[in-house]
């Protein structure tokens, strides 16, 4: 399958229309992976083999670990901590997930973010569903800058939406 002219069913290793969600919530979740980091991949710019393979709170400790920059984590650079704010983990468990024992793997961490956006923005699936996703773009990009018209672009960018459009295609024509 062809995705933004590569051919791929992965993203980042992770498969495509694995997770439990609409594809437009899949398309959405590898576009903002797309300019963000790896699974493994900590803020600034590190990445730290085997983080996905911990659980959620081993994880969370490597991050806080790491001295430099905001320990930001995974592939979608979640913070840590927050105003001393264990907010990784309140995450994670609205999420359904156990915060001892569930593993800070790609399909937890798609899981955990997907949660925590409709959450913040409750009409999410209704405008990505209708096609809006430069709304969706607007209300996202504070969250994530990388996003178009967010605060710190990146060399990734500027392809966002031909990123989700590609993988919104793809994902489609797998469940064919």
Known sequence: ?????????????Y????????????????????AEGGWDSLNPGIVHRGMSNMTAEQAHKVA?????????????????????VNV????????????????????NQVRM?????????PGVERDLAAGNLRKVMSRLKG???????????????PGFEGRYNGYLKTIQGSLV
């Open 1 to 13: 399958m062809l995705v933004n002219n590569v051919k791929s069913t992965t993203v980042g290793g």
């Open 15 to 34: 498969q495509l229309n694995t997770a439990n969600m609409p594809s437009y919530a899949q398309a959405l979740m590898f576009a903002i992976l797309g």
């Open 64 to 84: 806080l670990s790491y001295t430099k920059g905001s320990s930001a984590m995974g592939a979608f650079q979640h913070l840590p901590l927050y105003n001393g």
């Open 88 to 107: 990784l983990k309140q995450r994670w468990e609205a999420a359904g997930l156990n915060w001892k024992t569930d593993k800070f793997t790609p399909e």
């Open 113 to 121: 973010t997907w949660h925590w956006i409709k959450s913040i923005y």
């Open 143 to 157: 969250t994530w800058p990388s996003i178009p018209g967010g605060s710190q672009p990146n060399v990734h960018t």
